[in-house]
Each structure stands twice: as structure tokens, then as C-alpha cells.
């Protein structure tokens, strides 16, 4: 993750862990293998694990959408198909 971001998550991990209250879903800048960032949404749940509590964390990437462009205007003249002579 970047480094801004580590000290909430710490933070929260040991909220989380302690039963205190805490935020259950968050967002962090997580950075790849080959440097990329990407925009992940954290979700967290407090299980029971091993005779003890853990922390089950689930990281969902969030990609941004492009919107579709509507095609060109066609200018009436041209959509209209000229009148064909019936014999």
C-alpha cells in the first residue's frame, strides 16, 4: 500500500482486533509489483480462528469506466434516403 495509508490501516486492524469500533469498509491506493496504483475498497470481519480472533480482510480493486460516447449527429439531409421511382 502507499504510505499514507499505513497508519489507518494499522490502526484499524488493531480497532478491529480489540473490539473497538472501528471502520469496516475503506479505501486505500495499493501499489502493484511493476509499480502501478490501483484503488482498492478494504472490507473487514472479525472471525473466530484458531482458538482466538482474526481478521478476515477482503481487498476488491475499484476500475474506473469509460462512458460511452453517443455516435456523431447525422444532418437530416443525409439520413434521409432519397425517393425511389416506383415503375
Given at each position: 500500500?502507499?504510505?499514507?495509508?499505513?497508519?489507518?490501516?494499522?490502526?484499524?486492524?488493531?480497532?478491529?482486533?480489540?473490539?473497538e469500533?472501528?471502520?469496516?469498509?475503506?479505501?486505500?491506493?495499493m501499489?502493484?509489483?511493476?509499480?502501478?496504483?490501483?484503488?482498492?475498497?478494504?472490507?473487514?470481519?472479525?472471525?473466530?480462528?484458531?482458538r482466538g480472533?482474526?481478521?478476515?480482510?477482503?481487498?476488491?480493486?475499484?476500475?474506473?469506466?469509460?462512458?460511452?460516447?453517443?455516435p456523431p449527429?447525422?444532418?437530416?439531409t443525409a439520413?434521409?434516403?432519397a425517393?425511389?421511382?416506383r415503375?
Amino acid at each position: 500500500m502507499t504510505p499514507e495509508y499505513a497508519e489507518l490501516v494499522s490502526d484499524n486492524i488493531r480497532r478491529r482486533l480489540a473490539g473497538e469500533s472501528a471502520a469496516e469498509r475503506y479505501e486505500i491506493d495499493m501499489v502493484g509489483l511493476q509499480g502501478q496504483v490501483s484503488r482498492l475498497e478494504i472490507t473487514s470481519s472479525v472471525v473466530d480462528y484458531d482458538r482466538g480472533n482474526a481478521l478476515l480482510i477482503t481487498g476488491v480493486e475499484i476500475l474506473p469506466t469509460q462512458t460511452p460516447q453517443a455516435p456523431p449527429a447525422v444532418p437530416p439531409t443525409a439520413a434521409a434516403p432519397a425517393a425511389v421511382p416506383r415503375c
